[in-house]
């Protein structure tokens, strides 16, 4: 049975410090894994994918890692903004459905 | 274009009742997915629904059922609500199938609360 973890449940920066993520798998046959962002109360927004024959990818100030073999990845956010104060969430997709981690909380002062 | 979109954005019910949310999936995707987010439990998958057929059901009891209709919008029934019910649920849309290649996105969700 697949479990996702992510570490740590809570993390407080002041501006301009690099945020970094971390979510580990217990069952390293994915078909991809996911970044996501969500704001209080609201749906999910995309950050990155990353399939499971890539290593990392790329958009912006995010760059995220994939260690399928060891079941890890990694969000780095570079730079932090009060803006990207949020929750953060990774998630695994096998067959048709995607399995989340309980997310990270982020906040990030001026 | 428009994206995935849930109705109501809020419902209030009382136990014992029933609830029904609805999900319209962005043009073109036939796939259909339910997640529910109570507070302290995560995201939690609960239905897959493509090309009309269940594919694929989470850890939920009979209770929770849904279906799809012919234009691939979707509703998500929850019978005898129970306090536990209380949560975020979210609808999620994509290409037909469920291998790695279709994305899912997320509409923003529907706040139940059972008193």
């Known amino acids: 049975k697949q479990e996702v973890t992510q570490i740590p449940a809570a993390l407080s920066v002041p501006e301009g410090e690099n945020l970094v993520l971390n979510c580990s798998f217990t069952?390293?046959?994915?078909?991809?894994l996911q970044w996501f962002r969500q704001d209080p109360g609201k749906g999910l927004t995309s950050l990155l994918l990353i399939q499971s024959s890539q290593r990392e990818q790329t958009s912006g100030r995010l760059n995220a890692s994939l260690d399928k073999s060891s079941g890890r990845s990694t969000l780095y956010i570079a730079a932090s903004q009060p803006g990207d104060s949020a929750t953060y969430l990774c998630?695994?997709?096998?067959?048709?459905?995607?399995?989340f981690g309980a997310g990270t909380q982020v906040v990030v002062t001026p | 274009e428009a994206g995935v979109t849930q109705s109501p954005t809020h419902l209030i019910k009382t136990r014992g009742q029933q609830a029904t949310l609805r999900c319209s999936p962005i043009s073109g995707h036939t796939s259909v997915y339910w997640y529910q987010q109570a507070l302290g439990l995560g995201l939690q998958f609960l239905l897959w629904?493509?090309?009309?057929?269940?594919?694929n059901r989470g850890n939920f009891p009979p209770r929770f059922s849904g279906r799809q209709f012919p234009n691939y919008s979707s509703e998500l029934n929850v019978n005898a609500l129970e306090l536990e019910d209380s949560a975020l649920y979210l609808c999620?849309?994509?290409?037909?199938?469920?291998?790695?290649?279709?994305?899912?996105?997320f509409g923003a969700g529907t706040r139940l609360s059972v008193l």
């Open positions: 999620a849309s994509s290409l037909a199938g469920g291998g790695k290649e279709n994305i899912q996105y």
């Open positions: 998630a695994v997709k096998s067959w048709g459905k995607l399995q």
């Open positions: 069952d390293s046959a994915i078909y991809n």
């Open positions: 629904y493509d090309e009309g057929e269940e594919r």
